[in-house]
């Protein structure tokens, strides 16, 4: 059942609502038994891997000893640590507020682990009320997250928060 879910995503044409949902139902299903959180981290990281189009980064930090530690993703080797505050990860993990990055150029501050990101978006995943990872994507295209993006990943990451945490 879940193989053909993940397939379907892969291979049609969806609107982005639609994209999101079945990205969130494939992530559900995937991390609903299982109580390894970075396990979950990893499969979720897969998913949103396939489930994008036009990415070069897709994966976790988590919130360890007050700083970002790199967690599970698809992509280029990254940065391991993000202090709070610093870079897009680092703003939104200490704002705990999504980043919507159309020009990482344009960021203050960005920290640059893949010279072709061009836009980023970073989602906290909040477990009580507390920042405990953050979900960032980044992409070669500029512009490629708006608010659609950002909406479907902070359901996905209000769906996941307490099968990582």
Known sequence: MLRSMFEHAATTTLGKAALYEELRAAAGAITQTEPDGVANMANVAALLWQFLPDLNWAGFYRMIGGELVLGP????????RIPL???????????????????????PGH???????????????????????????????????????AAGVEALAGLIAPRIG
């Open 111 to 149: 920290i640059a682990c893949d010279a072709a990101s061009r836009s980023e978006l970073v989602v906290p995943v909040v477990l009580d009320g507390r920042v405990i990872a953050v979900i960032d994507l980044d992409s070669p295209k500029p512009g490629r997250f708006d608010g659609e993006d």
């Open 85 to 107: 505050g610093k870079g897009v990860c680092g703003t939104a993990a200490a704002s705990a507020r999504t980043q919507i990055v159309p020009d990482v150029h344009a960021f």
């Open 73 to 80: 993703f698809c992509g280029k080797p990254a940065c391991i």
